[in-house]
T-cell receptor, first 113, second 111 residues
Framework: SAVISQKPSRDICQRGTSLTIQCQVD?????MFWYRQQPGQSLTLIAT?????????ESGFVIDKFPISRPNLTFSTLTVSNMSPEDSSIYLC??????????FGEGSRLTVL | DAKTTQPTSMDCAEGRAANLPCNHS???????VYWYRQIHSQGPQYIIH???NNETNEMASLIITEDRKSSTLILPHATLRDTAVYYC????????????FGTGTRLQVTL
């Protein structure tokens, strides 16, 4: 198994600012992903974090708004840029181990005023 | 990835078995069936996954039909702490093993 630590667990931010969320895994994972979960809804995949190269974004998500880094096999960051109230959501990172299991962090609850 | 269909909600009495169905009629031969659950305000928790054989672990059992077009997650003795949203997902665990979450089944375990 893998343990994924995410921080911050929650934050309240002002409109127009940016916030970087960090995701640290206690073991090497093959794949890492970032999801968004808006209130009362299911998870939506934002992007796949690729080690040492640009992330692969899903339809509706762009690098300028959600820049992602993954410098090594155990760490990734997601930045929510130029935030607006519509970005208020829970952001989750996940990682896949080589057995096929995918583990999630506890999420970062973001509120934009 | 194949699409899944689950009932929106289910109730189960504590101590009884909870049987959560999932239809995945368009599943392809190399796609696995995964189950996750999400307890309120927490990150999704992995439960179990399988390809075509039935699987059992300390949390649950997974029964996959012979044609693989549907499956059932079984929690043998549901407790109040099993109240959660349960997601059935099918995916190919290849180079792009990303999960696409549907709406899931909200399981309410009652006394």
């Amino acid at each position: 198994s893998a343990v994924i630590s995410q921080k911050p667990s929650r934050d309240i931010c002002q409109r127009g600012t940016s916030l970087t969320i960090q995701c640290q895994v206690d073991s090497q994972v093959t794949m890492m992903f970032w999801y968004r979960q808006q209130p009362g809804q299911s998870l939506t995949l934002i992007a796949t974090a690729n080690q040492g190269s640009e992330a692969t974004y899903e339809s509706g998500f762009v690098i300028d708004k959600f820049p992602i880094s993954r410098p090594n096999l155990t760490f990734s960051t997601l930045t929510v840029s130029n935030m607006s109230p519509e970005d208020s959501s829970i952001y989750l990172c996940s990682g896949t181990v080589n057995t096929g299991e995918l583990f999630f962090g506890e999420g970062s609850r973001l509120t934009v005023l | 990835d194949a699409k899944t269909t689950q009932p929106t909600s289910m109730d189960c009495a504590e101590g009884r078995a909870a049987n959560l169905p999932c239809n995945h009629s368009t599943i392809s031969g190399n796609e696995y069936v995964y189950w996750y659950r999400q307890i309120h305000s927490q990150g999704p928790q992995y439960i179990i996954h399988g390809l075509k054989n039935n699987e059992t672990n300390e949390m649950a059992s997974l029964i996959i039909t012979e044609d693989r077009k549907s499956s059932t997650l079984i929690l043998p003795h549901a407790t109040l702490r099993d109240t959660a949203v349960y997601y059935c997902i099918v995916l190919y665990t290849g180079t792009a093993s990303k999960l696409t979450f549907g709406t899931g089944t909200r399981l309410q375990v009652t006394l």
